[in-house]
């Protein structure tokens, strides 16, 4: 069982559910990076809300570390590329603070159209003006949501029932389930024009930061209300407040800001009276404290017990590789993928998955390709020559930061259909502007190369010992007498052997057979050289699996 540590006050019931299923848990108080950094690596997991920054000095700490739990749904505090790189997944909570968070959106709401801060405060101040208070129905009145996820949805869906008109834009969510949930889809112009109060609800991404900007509010009715209770950064502070100033804006409600609390040169925002303002309040309840520690904790402990992966952000296909029948095809495509780095000594640049069938189980799904493609990572990266140790959840990251680009194709591999229920093809484009095609098959449980190249007869090849050696082979008799003759010499014992008919070499008009040997030792440096010396031998290459 695991080791974790809990941080930022979580709710009780965290510790409670690690503490019922086995796992040691520590309570702590925020920690500054410089003391967190010098206790994590004596944890295997993490739980933080919002305060605890998980950066990348802490993530290079946490030697031990298989899973971050963030209480709550914005991962920001959280590094998740380092963490991905580290092979370290990210958890969040999405369901937890979905019904605190959308009431208090709806509370702003209806606090803009009635001015009910400021009428608060003036009648404190001693006043009587009701004047001065005047505000508008929120019936008849379109409300634009940008970001229709769980909150966005529950915001206009109670909208709706207030005679709300409700328009609503996200590029993920089907725009069948936005008018399933009552919502017309809209695009961001179009909520821009029609809206008379707008709300976000989208994470803080490149695409989403500064989103509500100059740009976007001239494009807005004038005396637009604009209520943000998402991330801080998606609207652009300064262009609100020179929109509130000028009137284009007529009231605006935020909960989050960019930096928090809001330092200097917000001051002039937060104080603006058209401005309603709350200190990230949308998950303070105390039912969505209660909420969010209970799932983080459930969904962390599932991951231990590799159950589930719910909630997992960083890595999609988890899920996928927890199926029995998923395990031989993953198999499979590790070992093409360290077959393809270890074929030529030039590198990998490009790598295009290709799948068919399966077995019990379908392996052209996108998780199901997904899953393999970071195998096929996992096994080329690994014996590629940058020293790098790749998981399931670091090889597509180390991938990209070895410049190595991949494909996952929606074709078939050629080879597709009888008699091969299943098929797994790798293409690789390396630096010399070489190709190489790998393709293998599941027969009952276990893996087989079934296509190399344009050799298509090589019996099925099952990769198994230690070591593969592989060589073409000018087709004469005695030509694979002279390697055994080597290998024996260097005390090397080989489990199986598979040899592919000759295929026309292009440059020289020689006929070439294609071997593959299934070796149970390593070949010697002078092995390798007297093979490699061998004017009937090319393309020798010597293929770990291990």
């Not at 709300?164 to 993920?172: A, C, E, F, N, R």
């Not at 991951?303 to 395990?327: C, I, R, W």
């Not at 270890?342 to 052209?364: A, C, N």
């Not at 393709?439 to 099952?462: C, E, M, Q, R, W």
Request: aromatic share 4%; glycine share 8%.
């Amino acid at each position: 069982m695991g080791r974790i540590l809990a941080t930022d006050g979580v709710d009780e019931i965290c510790i409670k559910i690690f503490q019922q299923r086995g796992h040691q848990v520590d309570f702590l108080k925020t920690l500054p990076e410089s003391e967190l950094v010098k206790i994590i690596g004596d944890y295997d997991g993490l739980v933080v809300r919002s305060a605890t920054k998980v950066t990348p000095a802490v993530i290079k700490a946490a030697k031990k570390m298989k899973v971050i739990g963030r209480a709550g749904v914005g991962v920001d505090n959280i590094n998740v590329p380092e963490a991905t790189k580290a092979g370290i997944m990210v958890m969040n909570t999405p369901g937890g603070n979905t019904v605190s968070t959308a009431q208090l959106a709806l509370s702003l709401l209806a606090a803009l159209a009635r001015n009910i801060p400021a009428a608060d405060m003036s009648i404190k101040a001693g006043k009587w003006d009701r004047k001065s208070f005047t505000g508008v129905e929120l019936h008849g009145k379109t409300l634009g949501v940008v970001g229709c996820g769980r909150i966005g949805l529950m915001v206009a869906q109670t909208a709706a029932t207030m005679g709300m008109k409700v328009l609503g834009y996200d590029p993920v969510t089907p725009a069948e389930t936005l008018r399933e949930a009552g919502l017309t889809t809209a695009s961001l112009d179009e909520i821009y024009a029609k809206s008379d109060f707008i709300t976000v609800h989208t994470p803080l991404t490149p695409e989403t930061s500064n989103l509500l900007d100059d740009a976007a509010f001239s494009k807005c009715k004038r005396g637009v209300r604009i209520i943000n209770c998402a991330r801080g950064g998606i609207v652009d502070e300064a262009a609100l407040l020179r929109a509130l100033e000028s009137g284009q804006v007529a009231g605006a409600a935020l909960d989050v800001f960019t930096s928090e609390p809001p330092k200097e040169h917000l001051k002039p925002l937060v104080a603006h009276p058209k401005l309603v303002v709350t200190p990230h309040l949308g998950a303070s309840t105390d039912e969505a404290q209660v909420n969010v520690a209970r799932d983080i904790a459930q969904q962390m402990c599932d991951v231990f017990e590799q159950k589930d992966f719910q909630g997992v952000v960083n890595v999609s296909y988890l899920a996928a590789s927890t199926t029995p029948h998923m395990k031989p095809f993953m198999q499979l495509a590790q070992t093409i993928g360290a077959m393809q780095a270890q074929l030529s000594e030039s590198r990998p640049v490009h790598v295009t998955l290709k799948t068919f069938g399966g077995r019990d189980v379908s392996i052209t799904t996108r998780p199901a390709r997904q899953l393999l493609e970071a195998m096929v990572l996992k096994g080329l990266v690994k014996h590629i020559g940058l020293g790098l140790v790749p998981d399931l959840i670091s090889a597509p990251a180390m991938a990209r930061e070895a410049n190595i680009r991949t494909t996952i194709s929606s074709e078939s591999p050629e080879s597709f259909g009888s008699p091969y229920w299943n098929l797994i093809n790798v293409e690789v484009e390396r630096e010399d502007g070489t190709k190489s095609s790998i393709t293998g098959a599941v027969f009952g449980n276990a893996p087989h190369i079934v296509k190399v190249d344009h050799y298509s007869d090589l019996f099925a090849f099952k990769p198994e010992g230690n070591y593969i050696l592989t060589f073409r082979n000018e087709d004469r008799p005695g030509a694979i007498s002279e390697v055994l003759e080597v290998l024996h010499m260097a005390d090397v014992n080989i489990a199986s052997m598979n040899v592919a008919r000759p295929v026309k070499n292009p440059h020289d008009d020689k006929m070439w057979a294609l071997c593959f040997m299934a070796l149970d030792d390593d070949v010697d440096t002078n092995a390798m050289k007297k093979l490699k010396s061998m004017a009937f031998l090319h393309n020798v290459a010597k293929i770990q699996l291990r």
